[in-house]
């Protein structure tokens, strides 16, 4: 499987928000993917930072990536600049949490 960026983030649709039942790209957490040689960078955020479950769901992430790209190094960091807000959420995120226009 080819290591590409649009392939790490449809792995990551398998990592669900366990508060919310969304997966971190929908949530519009994933702000960057970098693929250097044989290695993939994640820069993701959360909701808010103090949620409770960052260390478990940053861990979801990177077991999610060195699951499906076996034998690359896998490097997950939680930025918080910018914010996240909810206008990063998917359409279908949105129409699943009520948000509407």
Same mark, same amino acid.
């Given at each position: 499987?080819?290591?590409?960026?649009?392939?790490?983030?449809? /792995?990551?649709?398998?990592? #669900?928000?366990?508060?919310?039942?969304?997966?971190?790209?929908?949530?519009?957490?994933?702000?960057? #993917?970098? #693929?250097?040689?044989?290695?993939i960078?994640?820069?993701?955020? !959360?909701?808010t930072?103090? /949620?409770? !479950?960052?260390?478990? #769901?940053a861990?979801?992430?990177? &077991?999610?990536?060195?699951?499906?790209?076996?034998?690359?190094?896998?490097?997950?960091? !939680?930025?918080?600049?910018?914010?996240?807000?909810?206008?990063l959420?998917?359409?279908?995120?949105?129409? &699943?949490?009520?948000?509407?226009?």
């Amino acid at each position: 499987m080819d290591i590409t960026s649009d392939a790490v983030r449809s /792995c990551l649709e398998n990592v #669900i928000d366990p508060e919310l039942g969304i997966n971190v790209v929908d949530l519009g957490l994933i702000y960057n #993917i970098v #693929i250097k040689e044989n290695k993939i960078s994640v820069d993701m955020t !959360l909701t808010t930072p103090g /949620c409770p !479950l960052a260390g478990m #769901i940053a861990g979801s992430v990177e &077991q999610e990536v060195r699951q499906t790209f076996e034998g690359v190094d896998v490097e997950v960091s !939680l930025v918080w600049d910018p914010p996240w807000t909810p206008d990063l959420l998917s359409s279908e995120a949105k129409e &699943q949490l009520g948000y509407t226009r």
